[in-house]
């Protein structure tokens, strides 16, 4: 284990505010760092427990959108910082602190409104985070690589083919790895001085001394052309008027021997959350959650094992290349292929494949389920089938192009909810609104 002094002296700022739109429905009750992943933890858990691993013992949560769900996990899974030994988490909701009484604006202006927390901490670093992201990193690396620099900021940087580079932040570095040029979705995205097919995309990663940062904030506050966001104003003037330096994630990632390339996804849409969850389920999926030596630390449910029952022609519990979490009972059921949170429930004579399902799920006999998402709490109903039709689906629960369904309770509910008229639909809106 390498000298930690410098993760030691670093805060880390986590910026867990947003909704995550392109999840849909998946974020209609949660924010997108509170979203499940990987069968018993939370997106943020990857961030936070990357910055635990790393050695940083101080840390800050900023939430914002419907933050109820992930301020409680935190709280449950989270509470173990000991203020004696110099550490801590804060959960920092936007509290309208600045004279305007806004919320956060953007992600610069989510760590301006906390500015006087931040330097009660009294760091000489500090690294802000995306808490939306799954990937397994040592920050202390990137911290070492910032001090030897002597860089104003340091940003994390993976490389992506050029063709998926146009919706991400991009980096042109000289052979030094300074960076010459910032540009936020680019429809023709620069590429590396040594491979001209891939680019170098930002990861929502940066780290900052610390009276740099305040600095910087303090005069981003004060221009009203900003729109007080790292990517679009802070990087590109340091880029122009300081020292940039990028960081490639190679570099400093946590990855099997067997992974080909360091993992690292955002699972910003339906399709790619339950792609990155389905993964898991392989003989070597490329993100090992098995790792003691990096483990995703998360809120510790007391459960009870998972049970499988019945041994019977067509009705015996079993699953195949799955997943299967503390609570789950496997009743008769066939499951291949699969990811079930805690305490799901899965009747006789029901299948699922390549599912996703979240905790304390019902699934009623003989339904058969194939290429879907299930959210917490649904209860499906005995002979449901989902994603043998694909008309049939789409008039019913959320479709993506792919073919893969999304099911919540009240796409459910609406199965078998009678025909209403548009006052009494309207009345309804009301009452659930207020």
């Given at each position: 284990?390498?000298?930690?002094?410098l993760?030691?002296?670093?805060?880390?700022?986590?910026?867990?505010g947003?909704?995550?739109?392109?999840?849909?429905?998946?974020t209609?009750?949660r924010?997108?760092?509170?979203?499940?992943?990987?069968?018993?933890?939370?997106i943020?858990?990857?961030?936070?427990?990357?910055?635990l691993?790393?050695?940083?013992?101080?840390?800050?949560?900023a939430?914002?959108?419907?933050?109820?769900?992930?301020?409680?996990?935190?709280?449950?899974?989270?509470?173990?910082?000991?203020?004696?030994?110099?550490?801590?988490?804060?959960?920092?909701?936007?509290?309208?602190?600045?004279?305007?009484?806004?919320?956060?604006?953007g992600?610069?202006?989510?760590?301006?409104?906390?500015?006087?927390?931040?330097?009660s901490?009294?760091?000489?670093?500090?690294?802000?985070?995306?808490?939306?992201?799954?990937?397994?990193?040592?920050?202390?690396?990137?911290?070492?690589?910032?001090?030897?620099?002597?860089?104003?900021?340091?940003v994390?940087?993976?490389?992506?083919?050029?063709e998926?580079?146009?919706?991400?932040?991009v980096?042109?570095?000289?052979?030094?790895n300074?960076?010459?040029?910032?540009?936020?979705?680019?429809?023709d995205p620069?590429?590396?001085?040594?491979?001209?097919?891939?680019?170098?995309?930002?990861?929502?990663?940066?780290?900052?001394?610390?009276?740099?940062?305040?600095?910087?904030?303090?005069?981003?506050?004060?221009?009203?052309?900003?729109?007080?966001?790292?990517?679009?104003?802070?990087?590109?003037?340091?880029?122009?008027?300081?020292?940039a330096?990028?960081?490639?994630?190679?570099?400093?990632?946590?990855n099997?021997?067997?992974?080909?390339?360091p993992?690292?996804?955002?699972?910003?849409?339906?399709?790619?959350?339950?792609?990155?969850?389905?993964?898991?389920t392989?003989?070597?999926?490329?993100?090992?959650?098995?790792?003691?030596?990096?483990?995703?630390?998360?809120?510790?449910?007391?459960?009870?094992?998972?049970?499988?029952?019945?041994?019977?022609?067509?009705?015996?519990?079993?699953?195949?290349?799955?997943?299967?979490?503390?609570?789950?009972?496997?009743?008769?059921?066939?499951?291949?292929?699969?990811?079930?949170f805690?305490?799901?429930?899965?009747?006789?004579?029901?299948?699922?494949?390549?599912?996703?399902i979240?905790?304390?799920?019902?699934?009623?006999?003989?339904?058969?389920?194939?290429?879907?998402?299930?959210?917490?709490?649904?209860?499906?109903?005995?002979?449901?089938?989902?994603g043998?039709?694909?008309?049939?689906?789409?008039?019913?629960?959320?479709r993506?192009?792919?073919?893969l369904?999304?099911?919540?309770?009240?796409?459910?509910?609406?199965?078998?909810?009678?025909?209403?008229?548009p006052?009494?639909?309207?009345?309804?809106?009301?009452?659930?609104?207020?």
């Amino acid at each position: 284990m390498q000298d930690r002094q410098l993760s030691h002296n670093t805060m880390a700022f986590v910026l867990a505010g947003g909704r995550g739109s392109r999840l849909l429905e998946l974020t209609d009750r949660r924010a997108k760092p509170a979203v499940f992943f990987g069968g018993k933890t939370r997106i943020i858990d990857f961030a936070l427990s990357n910055a635990l691993n790393s050695g940083i013992r101080r840390i800050g949560v900023a939430t914002q959108y419907k933050a109820h769900s992930l301020i409680s996990h935190l709280h449950k899974g989270w509470n173990f910082f000991r203020a004696e030994r110099n550490e801590g988490l804060d959960i920092l909701p936007a509290s309208q602190r600045a004279a305007e009484g806004h919320w956060y604006l953007g992600t610069a202006d989510a760590v301006t409104q906390n500015i006087e927390i931040i330097e009660s901490y009294g760091v000489e670093y500090i690294i802000i985070l995306a808490g939306d992201h799954i990937y397994k990193q040592d920050y202390q690396i990137m911290l070492e690589q910032h001090v030897e620099s002597d860089a104003d900021v340091t940003v994390g940087c993976i490389l992506v083919p050029k063709e998926e580079a146009s919706e991400l932040g991009v980096m042109n570095v000289d052979s030094q790895n300074r960076i010459i040029e910032f540009i936020e979705k680019p429809a023709d995205p620069p590429t590396t001085p040594d491979d001209d097919t891939k680019s170098l995309a930002s990861m929502g990663i940066y780290v900052f001394k610390t009276n740099t940062l305040i600095q910087l904030l303090h005069e981003d506050a004060t221009c009203k052309d900003s729109s007080h966001d790292f990517g679009k104003d802070i990087i590109p003037k340091l880029v122009s008027q300081g020292k940039a330096v990028a960081h490639e994630f190679s570099r400093s990632c946590i990855n099997n021997e067997w992974a080909e390339t360091p993992y690292w996804r955002d699972v910003g849409t339906l399709d790619a959350f339950w792609q990155a969850n389905l993964d898991l389920t392989g003989f070597r999926p490329a993100l090992d959650i098995y790792d003691q030596q990096w483990p995703i630390w998360t809120y510790q449910e007391i459960t009870p094992p998972a049970k499988f029952i019945h041994d019977e022609d067509n009705r015996r519990g079993n699953a195949i290349s799955s997943l299967v979490s503390g609570g789950c009972i496997i009743s008769g059921a066939r499951i291949n292929q699969s990811l079930l949170f805690s305490h799901v429930r899965c009747h006789s004579y029901s299948s699922l494949k390549q599912v996703v399902i979240m905790p304390s799920v019902t699934v009623g006999r003989r339904a058969k389920i194939k290429r879907a998402i299930i959210d917490r709490g649904v209860s499906i109903p005995d002979g449901l089938e989902v994603g043998y039709d694909a008309e049939h689906d789409s008039k019913r629960f959320r479709r993506t192009e792919s073919g893969l369904c999304l099911i919540t309770q009240d796409m459910i509910d609406r199965l078998s909810a009678p025909t209403t008229t548009p006052v009494a639909t309207r009345r309804a809106e009301l009452a659930e609104n207020n």
